[in-house]
């Protein structure tokens, strides 16, 4: 029975984030200080998605997907934009770093559709990348 709710979940947000690249859905809502794109021969942009609860922790209330670009320089790490957007967004940073937390077990990071490992972090970004943010969650 455990097993087949988990299988249920996980569905869910796996049909959350197809959701999330479906033109067809309405337009995601976003942050009201998101500027004109800042691409440069050095800079580039990258589309972060947040999901579920943790949309909050980046100042976005109530229902719908939260999405917004950030600029990044070419030698920026996912591990670097993480750390950014948690000087950027400080109720992120308490829950994702606070006490001893591994980040990893607060949220998963997804790169252009798939869950990648903590070894993963320190690879760097390319242009047009997408990370979503989702919530850990665990099951057995």
């Known amino acids: 029975m455990v097993s087949v709710c988990v299988a249920v979940f996980f569905c869910a947000?796996?049909?959350?984030?197809?959701?999330?690249?479906?033109?067809?859905?309405?337009?995601?809502?976003?942050?009201?200080?998101?500027?004109?794109?800042?691409?440069?021969p050095d800079k580039f942009e990258v589309t972060i998605d947040v999901m579920s609860w943790?949309?909050?922790?980046?100042?976005?209330?109530?229902?719908?997907?939260?999405?917004?670009?950030?600029?990044v320089s070419r030698s920026t790490s996912i591990m670097n934009l993480i750390r950014h957007l948690a000087e950027k967004f400080p109720k992120f940073r308490k829950k994702a770093f606070g006490q001893n937390q591994d980040m990893t077990e607060y949220c998963l990071i997804i790169l252009n559709g798939k869950i990648i490992s903590t070894a993963q972090l320190s690879q760097d970004l390319k242009p047009s990348d997408r990370i979503t943010l989702s919530p850990a969650f665990y099951g057995g």
């Open 13 to 40: 947000i796996i049909a959350q984030l197809g959701r999330l690249h479906n033109v067809k859905m309405a337009r995601p809502k976003t942050l009201p200080t998101q500027t004109a794109p800042q691409t440069t």
């Open 54 to 71: 943790l949309k909050e922790d980046f100042g976005h209330k109530g229902s719908g997907s939260l999405s917004f670009q950030e600029t």
